[in-house]
């Protein structure tokens, strides 16, 4: 008699067969030798994953970084559900409907910038943002600025225009004849201090290096994007807001545009709304996507400013900003993002976020104390460790470790890191701590090679 294939076994066989999984080596989920489980996944709730056979994961990276408020959430359940009983969908061109247009009013009253432009998922946010900069100065009459600079270590997306901006050799290296790259300049990483220099010394040093940057090239440059406070796929490094405030001046300076890209880190994870406002200024355009909608529908959005806005508004169609996807503004994800902002509301959630983080930097005290791990550092509801380690795949064999420990966690290149959902309670808490910190204990057992003693790790 044949053995009956179990659920999860019988789902990942037919994935397998038929699904190309995102940002993956497939061959790393082959049967003879699985080198990183691929996990069918039935049901989700609050900051548990389940699976087919009753054995569940903490989401501690909510989703890769989408999910705030747990999955399944009531109240985002309950707007889809309403607004599914009176209109699905329909295009935005020519037409419009409530949720789309409340959304638009209420990110203009959040941020300042009353032009909201949407999109489906982040990296086209970034198309739209870099688009909309560039066809800006050619409709003032200024087509020669038509360039981007980026910070090193910058992510901002995986299409060919938004590979431009993003520098992640990993991630750009096969396409490069395709991609038309963009400037770069030093990232204010903290962990590139110098013996007695602060975070602010750090920033400070690589505004410098923008301002250098921008006297040589302003004239031909459209903007300057940057991901405010952490650059989260550089393994969460993280910056002093002063770094935000000179990157405006210095763009008020040059005439040139600044793009903050907050679809990571904006939606309360840096411990404020938006990352930005913790240097208090404007950018001239913001990404959003990720939290958006709480994690539950793709859906994007640049928001910008009346001075742009203005440079398009004219008699002539091929001045307009003729860009579009199929389903920008779907009323469904529109609603979805109207319950994420009225649970901001209603739960308190940027102070609860306070204390949470206060809680869990308590919790993972010993993985910050731990003897190989480096740089511990934390903002809002995101944490992160840089681990010493010899193994070249750490961060695949940890987050194997981690799986057998109920947890999903992927750390980047040797940079462990949480960002899980804003519900986790303090039971869950304890338990991620705790099972992080065996799962990096097993990970080292498996060393073999000597310990390096010291360095800012590779990237992803
Ligand atoms: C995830 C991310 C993107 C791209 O978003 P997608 O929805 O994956 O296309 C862009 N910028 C930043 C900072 C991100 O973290």
């Known amino acids: 008699?044949?053995?009956?294939?179990?659920?999860?076994?019988?789902?990942?066989?037919?994935?397998?067969?038929?699904?190309?999984?995102?940002?993956?080596?497939?061959?790393?989920?082959?049967?003879?030798?699985?080198?990183?489980?691929?996990?069918?996944?039935?049901?989700?709730?609050?900051?548990?994953?389940?699976?087919?056979?009753?054995?569940?994961?903490?989401?501690?990276?909510?989703?890769?970084?989408?999910?705030?408020?747990?999955?399944?959430?009531?109240?985002?359940?309950?707007?889809?559900?309403?607004?599914?009983?009176?209109?699905?969908?329909?295009?935005?061109?020519?037409?419009?409907?409530?949720?789309?247009?409340?959304?638009?009013?209420?990110?203009?009253?959040?941020?300042?910038?009353?032009?909201?432009?949407?999109?489906?998922?982040?990296?086209?946010?970034?198309?739209?943002?870099?688009?909309?900069?560039?066809?800006?100065?050619?409709?003032?009459?200024?087509?020669?600025?038509?360039?981007?600079?980026?910070?090193?270590?910058g992510y901002h997306g995986e299409t060919v225009g938004a590979l431009a901006v993003t520098d992640i050799a990993l991630f750009r290296e096969a396409y490069a004849p395709l991609v038309r790259l963009a400037a770069t300049v030093p990232?204010?990483?903290?962990?590139?201090?110098?013996?007695?220099?602060?975070?602010?010394?750090?920033?400070?040093?690589?505004?410098?290096?923008?301002?250098?940057?921008?006297?040589?090239?302003?004239?031909?440059?459209?903007?300057?994007?940057i991901e405010p406070l952490i650059q989260c796929a550089a393994g969460m490094a993280m910056h002093d807001p002063v770094y935000l405030r000179r990157a405006r001046e210095l763009c008020d300076q040059h005439q040139v545009h600044l793009v903050l890209d907050e679809i990571a880190v904006g939606f309360g994870r840096t411990g404020t709304l938006f990352a930005h406002e913790q240097a208090g200024i404007r950018p001239d355009f913001l990404c959003l996507s990720k939290g958006l909608t709480g994690g539950t529908l793709p859906l994007s959005v640049v928001l910008t400013t009346d001075a742009v806005y203005a440079a398009f508004y004219d008699d002539e169609v091929a001045r307009g900003f003729l860009h579009s996807h199929s389903y920008t503004g779907n009323p469904l994800a529109c609603r979805a993002a109207l319950a994420t902002l009225d649970l901001f509301d209603q739960t308190d959630a940027l102070r609860q976020n306070l204390g949470t983080s206060e809680r869990l930097a308590a919790q993972?005290?010993?993985?910050?104390?731990?003897?190989?791990?480096?740089?511990?550092?934390?903002?809002?509801?995101?944490?992160?460790?840089?681990?010493?380690?010899?193994?070249?795949?750490?961060?695949?064999?940890?987050?194997?470790?981690?799986?057998?420990?109920?947890?999903?966690?992927?750390?980047?290149?040797?940079?462990?890191?949480?960002?899980?959902?804003?519900?986790?309670?303090e039971a869950e808490g304890e338990l991620l701590a705790r099972g992080a910190l065996t799962a990096l204990d097993a990970t080292l057992a498996e060393e073999t090679g000597p310990v390096p003693v010291s360095g800012v790790p590779d990237g992803v």
């Open 187 to 225: 990232s204010p990483d903290a962990r590139g201090a110098a013996p007695g220099e602060t975070p602010a010394d750090v920033a400070e040093r690589a505004a410098a290096a923008l301002g250098d940057w921008l006297a040589e090239h302003a004239h031909e440059t459209a903007a300057v994007i």
């Open 364 to 425: 993972f005290a010993p993985i910050s104390h731990h003897p190989r791990v480096r740089h511990a550092r934390r903002k809002g509801m995101v944490f992160a460790w840089d681990v010493l380690s010899s193994l070249p795949d750490f961060g695949r064999r940890y987050a194997r470790h981690a799986l057998a420990q109920g947890l999903l966690l992927r750390p980047i290149g040797h940079t462990l890191y949480a960002m899980p959902p804003y519900v986790i309670d």
């Open 1 to 153: 008699m044949t053995q009956p294939v179990s659920a999860n076994a019988a789902w990942r066989q037919r994935s397998l067969a038929a699904v190309w999984h995102p940002c993956t080596q497939m061959k790393l989920h082959a049967p003879e030798g699985v080198a990183l489980p691929l996990i069918p996944v039935a049901r989700a709730e609050g900051v548990w994953l389940h699976d087919h056979e009753g054995r569940r994961y903490l989401d501690a990276i909510s989703s890769w970084w989408v999910n705030l408020f747990g999955h399944n959430h009531p109240a985002i359940r309950a707007a889809l559900i309403d607004q599914l009983h009176t209109l699905d969908h329909v295009m935005l061109a020519g037409f419009t409907h409530g949720p789309v247009v409340e959304l638009s009013e209420r990110l203009a009253a959040l941020t300042g910038l009353g032009h909201a432009f949407y999109g489906s998922d982040g990296a086209s946010a970034t198309e739209i943002a870099l688009k909309m900069s560039a066809h800006h100065w050619r409709n003032a009459g200024r087509a020669d600025k038509c360039r981007f600079v980026g910070v090193a270590g």
